[in-house]
Structure formats: structure tokens, C-alpha cells
């Protein structure tokens, strides 16, 4: 059943040209951050918990124990999703060289996980009324990059408008000025979007090629 219908007024007009480049760096950073601060949970705790040890702290295994184990699977979890978080980051830069952000849905409706305020829920789906009162399809979405298990996994500020360029039945890149965050979405039934993408002039399928949004992806 849907939820969360908010609405919002339209910001300026974002530059879709000028986000590939802060989408990128966001997406590495975080990345990088979240390596960084796991790595040092699983591999530095170990050698200062045993200097501990011989001071005759022994209680510090009972802090520097479970630091290792959160680090251990936090720094698995963040090597497993790597590769997909490049190729997600790969087809949003190209969709946003292709589509300009022309589309603002003051209304969104959160769907499936739309109560997840931690874990992550298998799918996360929108629903997107446009200014003009046109409504999207439901779209599934996959945040860019994705924020850490402790946290909402929705986009901060999503339930404040987003922008969007793209295609509807092909897929699109998200933006929350709000917050300035991205995601990729595209229709959650594929298949049932399949005849409006056979419809599609040469022009919107060869740009949507070029994207590679003729395919599902998420």
C-alpha cells in the first residue's frame, strides 16, 4: 500500500553535466571512507587490544572484540559491493550525458520499503507525480552510493521532490536537490513496460542504447 505522498516546490533547474562529476567523487569517497574505517577496525584493533593485554588491560577484548568482527564484515560487505556500485555509477554519468534533468515529481510515494529505517529491504520502489499531474509508473530504485546498514536506506530528503533525467520506460537517474544525492531507477515491471519501449521512436531507443537503460540493471 502506498505511502509518504509529500509534495514539493521546484528549485532551480540542476545541471546535469555539471553532476557527473560530483556524483563520481561522491560515489568514491564514500567508498573509500567506508574501506578505510573498517580496515582499521579489523586490522588495527587487533595489534593495540594485544599492547593492551600485556599492560594488564585483559577487559579490552570484551571492546576490541565485537570492533573486529563489525570491521571484518563491514570491510567483506563493502569489497562485495563495489563492483556493482561502479557499474551503477558508470550508467548514471552516461545517462546524465545523454538526459538532461527536465522532469521535476514534487509527489513521491514510497512503496516497497517504505517503512526501512535500518537493513537493507530487498526492493525499494517509488511511485512519481509529476508538476504537470502526469504519474509514473512505479520504479525500483538503487541509491548512489548506498548509506551505511545503520542508517535510512532511503535518499535524504527524497519525500521533498527529486529531479529526474531520462526515459520512463527505459530508466533514469534520480536527483534530490534537497540533499543533493543520486539513484538509479527504472520500471519495477519491466516486462509490463516492455511495450512502451517497442514504441519508442529510433531516436529515444538509440540515446536509451547509448545510456544502457535497455536492459534491467536493477
Known sequence: MPHNIQGAHAPGIPDAAAL????????WW?????TAI?????????PLGAAANRAGMSWIFVIGGPMILVGIFGLVATLRTLAG?????RICRKTL????FDTFCPQITKVDGAQATRGRPKIMTLGLHTEEGHEWPVMRINPLPRRGPWCNPWPEGIEKGVYI??????GAVGYVPS???FFLMQPNDWEGAAHD???ADADRVTRAQHAGLTRRII
Open 197 to 199: 519501449r517497442k514504441a
Open 165 to 170: 533525467a531520462g526515459d520512463e520506460p527505459f
Open 97 to 100: 550525458a545523454l538526459y538532461a
Open 85 to 89: 556500485a561502479v557499474l551503477l555509477t
Open 179 to 181: 540533499s543533493r544525492t
Open 20 to 27: 557527473r562529476g560530483k556524483l563520481t567523487t561522491r560515489m
Open 30 to 34: 564514500t567508498a573509500s571512507r567506508n
Open 38 to 46: 573498517y580496515a582499521l577496525m579489523a586490522f588495527g584493533v587487533p
